[in-house]
């Protein structure tokens, strides 16, 4: 099978335009041997269906073992056959075929030329029309040997051989032309920007569980979603809270996590209550008279005790009831949240046992209907390779995202003061590799109370954006002025960001307990991770990895 860049081309929804341009990468991945690499725009960045990646003409550009290159331009439809040679239709007027051709081509060997100092590179090109079969081939403006159309369509990969001869001899500055033909076809895009295609593609990915989640019936609605990292449970919340305003129904989110029911409340549909289950002890405390004194130990056991103690009628009941973070909750804390629910109401339960960092018992939902979703469409396939060779074998995680990310990095360190200098040497790594500082998060291993970062505010040239623990006027959390984020693996869960730097790793024995907490902190990353960790921490991990080919240490 041929080698094709960029890879999980594959898997990313497209318009049926750029479908037909897959169906030919298709054809060309199996048709060809491991010998040819095969370049195209058919690009998992390409988000936006009229956002083209191109270079001139060259939809595919192919490369022999011996480094000569083939540049294939394909038109898909109907072509117009003029006295003028071939003419594609666009919404912006009829373009010349066999002029776009020529001039891309001749512009690809004069920088071949320059790149290689001199070495002569053969560049062919062909025009590929798997739709249209040209009638007269000799006034097309292109030789009739170079059009593939599709009275030939079948014999493609043919022609593809016979132009670039496995036997050739090869060239010296091959990797040259390898260099040349990622950057004209656009396959290193800017950093920054990736983060961003890479946060919109999981967004429609992973908006599948969304849809079909929605569409399960069972009376009374009651509907458990186990589902790992970034199989679209957020999203799936997202859309049942929509269509419960849309239909006037009273709606109540829960979570145990602070940071996700303050993210949820800012992007949840007006008329939804989204917040924490102390949240909503408070609430009730408040509604009787109480004002609970935080500053005071046990308080949080009060708030519970509130819940566990609201009488029927005492609190308007709730049309709709979403339990997020489920793997948190206890028991009489599911009990206590559907008393609040009206006996008709819809009831959904989301959890991820792997992000169970408190280790507490599942909770028991008898005659719920369960729905599982095992893909992982957030965690780029680098990321998660590595991450597989970490976890216990029952908990291997699917790959759905098409996007590769940067290699997963490990450093160790010793003491206080060279964790301080790998956590800062991560970060201008992650700079170098064109992250912007909004872009990075440094999430702590220990719980933000022990970590050994907390007292600073600043590490190195970089200032840390920590929480404060405050809160301001309007219930959102204060922060220093930093701006590079830090934070710790139990906040930051069901948040995300560009890069995750995973520092302060430190466990005796790579257990259940420190598989889930790896887990959670690097499911985090949408593009980049990094691993900083105790010495003794770092051996257990990199013999896990040592034979995965996306770590660099």
Same mark, same amino acid.
Request: contains cysteine.
């Given at each position: ?51 083209? @990646? ?45 002029l776009r051709l020529a001039?891309?081509? %001749? @512009? ?16 062919? #090109? ?11 081939? !000799? @006034? ?12 030939? $369509?079948d014999q493609l990969a ?9 036997? =050739? ?22 950093? #920054? =920007? ?44 997202? /859309? ?83 339990? %997020?973070?489920?793997? %948190? ?51 780029? $396939? ?6 597989? *060779?970490?976890?216990?074998?029952? /908990? ?40 912007? *500082?909004?872009?990075?998060a440094v999430i702590s ?8 970062? =907390? ?9 840390? $954006?920590?929480? @404060? !623990? ?20 139990? *906040? ?40 900083? =960790? ?13 034979? %995965? ?5």
């Amino acid at each position: 099978m041929a080698r094709i860049h960029p890879s999980g081309w594959d898997q990313v929804p497209v318009s049926p335009g750029i479908e037909r341009e897959r169906q030919t990468l298709r054809q060309l991945a199996s048709a060809l041997d491991d010998s040819y690499t095969v370049y195209h725009g058919v690009h998992w960045t390409r988000i936006d269906p009229q956002q083209r @990646t191109r270079y001139g003409e060259i939809d595919f550009a192919i490369v022999s073992g011996a480094g000569q290159v083939l540049l294939i331009e394909q038109k898909a439809g109907l072509l117009l056959e003029t006295a003028d040679g071939l003419l594609k239709r666009y919404s912006d007027g009829d373009k010349p075929v066999p002029l776009r051709l020529a001039a891309s081509t %001749d @512009t690809l060997r004069a920088r071949l030329l320059q790149v290689c100092r001199g070495e002569h590179v053969v560049v062919q #090109s062909i025009l590929y029309c798997p739709d249209y079969t040209i009638r007269s081939p !000799g @006034t097309a403006g292109i030789p009739p040997e170079r059009i593939v159309d599709a009275h030939r $369509r079948d014999q493609l990969a043919d022609i593809v051989r016979r132009l670039l001869p496995a036997d =050739a001899p090869p060239m010296r500055a091959i990797s040259a032309v390898h260099g040349v033909l990622s950057e004209v076809m656009h396959l290193v895009p800017d950093t #920054s =920007a990736m983060v961003g295609e890479a946060a919109a593609l999981y967004t429609r990915l992973s908006a599948g569980l969304a849809w079909w989640a929605r569409r399960v019936e069972c009376q009374p609605q009651r509907l458990r979603v186990v589902g790992t990292a970034g199989s679209g449970k957020t999203q799936l919340a997202l /859309a049942v809270m929509r269509d419960a305003a849309a239909a006037g129904r009273r709606t109540l989110y829960v979570c145990y996590n602070r940071p996700l029911a303050d993210h949820i409340a800012r992007i949840a549909p007006t008329g939804c209550d989204a917040l924490t289950y102390h949240q909503l002890g408070e609430r009730i405390m408040r509604a009787r008279g109480q004002r609970p004194d935080f500053g005071q130990p046990g308080v949080f056991a009060s708030l519970e005790s509130a819940l566990d103690a609201v009488a029927a009628g005492e609190a308007t009941p709730y049309d709709e009831l979403l339990v %997020d973070e489920g793997q %948190d909750m206890h028991p009489q804390w599911a009990r206590n949240l559907m008393r609040l629910l009206r006996p008709e109401g819809r009831a959904w339960w989301l959890e991820d046992p792997m992000q169970n960092l408190y280790a507490r018992p599942p909770v028991e939902l008898p005659g719920w209907v369960v729905l599982r979703s095992e893909v992982n469409y957030r965690t780029p $396939r680098r990321v998660l390779e590595a991450l597989n *060779r970490l976890l216990p074998p029952e /908990a291997t995680l699917v790959a759905g995202s098409p996007v590769e990310g940067h290699e997963v990095e490990l450093l160790a360190y010793h003491d206080g003061r060279s964790l301080i200098d790998s956590t800062v040497t991560a970060i201008s790594r992650a700079l170098g590799a064109g992250f912007s *500082r909004a872009q990075i998060a440094v999430i702590s291993y220990r719980g933000r109370d022990r970590s050994m970062l =907390a007292p600073y505010d600043r590490i190195g040239p970089y200032r840390l $954006r920590a929480p @404060t !623990g405050r809160y301001d006027l309007l219930g959102q959390q204060e922060f220093t002025d930093g701006d590079v984020l830090v934070d710790s693996v139990h *906040r930051f869960k069901g948040q995300a960001a560009g890069c995750v730097i995973l520092t302060e790793i430190d466990f005796a024995q790579l257990d259940a307990r420190a598989s889930s907490r790896l887990f959670v902190g690097a499911t985090r990353a949408t593009m980049k991770l990094v691993l900083v =960790a105790a010495e003794d921490a770092a051996r257990q991990l990199r013999e896990r990895l040592e034979a %995965d080919p996306g770590l660099a240490s």
